[in-house]
């Protein structure tokens, strides 16, 4: 999605964790963890999609989607280190708990996911976007697995800024749907 905001060519490998494909000797030499993604930009390999949406930002012509000045980075930040929390353990992990059948506590999934969907609304019932007044890394960060977690089992009927929100990322330019996005209303 990052790619394609910035209109960069790309190749794309897909690796298909179902068949444990992130556990091949070819991919653990990118990333030891066996995780995806993985950027590969000429020499340089880059794990974790946080660092790589920086890397990409600040390389490729959008500084402004992760500034430096420290306020501004940091209220950034802020979300990126939501996004692998709250988000990742609670709305990613009800999904894959539903759909790839993971091993994870369902309980503690639908907890974070009230935590992660209250701050998400709390915020945007009266700004566009999650930090600094525009579109940023953070937004881009927390977008799909929100916008996902209907496949989770889990309803946004109530979460009406949540939604807008999601309207307003999938109408901007180069916006690229991927599966299951966009937002199915
Ligand atoms: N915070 C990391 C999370 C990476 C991650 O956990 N990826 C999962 C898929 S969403 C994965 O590749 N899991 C395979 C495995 O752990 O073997 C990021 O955003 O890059």
Known sequence: MMLAFLGLEYKRIDIDLRRNDQMNPDFISL???HKVPVLVDDEFVIRDSAA?????ARKYGKPEWYPVSPAEMAEIQQWLSFSVNEVFNGLAMSRAIVIFNRDFDLKLAHALTDIALDLLEFRLKDHDWLALDRFTLADIACYPYAALVHEGGIS???????RSWFKRI???PRYAAMPGLPYPY
């Open 31 to 33: 990333n030891r963890l």
């Open 52 to 56: 790589i949406m920086i890397y990409l």
């Open 156 to 162: 946004l009927e109530e979460f009406s800024s949540i």
């Open 170 to 172: 999938e109408s901007l």
